[in-house]
Antibody, heavy 118, light 109 residues
Framework: EVQLLESGGGLLQPGGSLRVSCAASGFTFSSYAMSWVRQAPGKGLEWVSGITGSGGGTYYADSVRGRFTISRDNSKNTLYLQMNSLRVEDTAEYYC???????????WGQGTLVTVSS | EIVLTQSPGTLSLSPGERATLSCRASPSFSSNYLAWYQQRPGQAPRLLIYGASSRASGIPDRFSGSGSGTDFTLTISRLEPEDFAVYYCQQYLTSPLMYTFGQGTKLEI
């Protein structure tokens, strides 16, 4: 059974840093691209970042480029999102998703909440 | 940058009725890299349709997707109580690699 389990969310002050993780199981992790998608409270979905299966290609939304870094450890079946220079507007539930054909996310984790507030 | 506009914002229907949700892309894009998701309150999104018209694994056949270029449609043929949720369309571009979501359509009883 495919499972994605995010962790590492919390309450931060503006300007702070945080790393969230996504532990994957039930599939060959290195064979799949992965994405991070976030959802601010009461709002819609926003793609944040993506990474190829090998980790050789990384991609970012304009809103986080230069502040966030996506990475993966295929030996640990884990996806990461390092978030620096956090802003109030980064407050959201952060989901990881497995990417399949046509760029669709077929499995999603349950999310981890990141709150940025002074 | 492609913008996806979903309509209507809210759709009020009853169980057993047919639902038609629209997703319009501007500018249009030549691929069919368009997906639809369902999100129930307090849950993660669930993939329904990918490649504009292919149903994801385990999705009932009352869900169908169609369209290309500018206009895409998600149709739910006969609404079940569990179908009342928020639906998002999502487009994927390969160069540069970028995903865009529509703002969502709330399907309510």
């Amino acid at each position: 059974e495919v499972q994605l389990l995010e962790s590492g969310g919390g309450l931060l002050q503006p300007g702070g840093s945080l790393r969230v993780s996504c532990a994957a199981s039930g599939f060959t992790f290195s064979s799949y691209a992965m994405s991070w998608v976030r959802q601010a409270p009461g709002k819609g979905l926003e793609w944040v970042s993506g990474i190829t299966g090998s980790g050789g290609g990384t991609y970012y939304a304009d809103s986080v480029r230069g502040r966030f870094t996506i990475s993966r450890d295929n030996s640990k079946n884990t996806l990461y999102l390092q978030m620096n220079s956090l802003r109030v507007e980064d407050t959201a539930e952060y989901y990881c998703a497995r990417v399949i054909a046509y760029g669709a996310g077929d499995y999603w984790g349950q999310g981890t909440l990141v709150t940025v507030s002074s | 940058e492609i913008v996806l506009t979903q309509s209507p914002g809210t759709l009020s229907l009853s169980p057993g009725e047919r639902a038609t949700l629209s997703c319009r892309a501007s500018p249009s894009f030549s691929s069919n890299y368009l997906a639809w998701y369902q999100q129930r309150p307090g849950q993660a999104p669930r993939l329904l349709i990918y490649g504009a018209s292919s149903r994801a694994s385990g999705i009932p056949d009352r869900f169908s997707g169609s369209g290309s270029g500018t206009d895409f449609t998600l149709t739910i043929s006969r609404l079940e109580p569990e179908d009342f949720a928020v639906y998002y369309c999502q487009q994927y571009l390969t160069s540069p690699l970028m995903y865009t979501f529509g703002q969502g359509t709330k399907l309510e009883i």
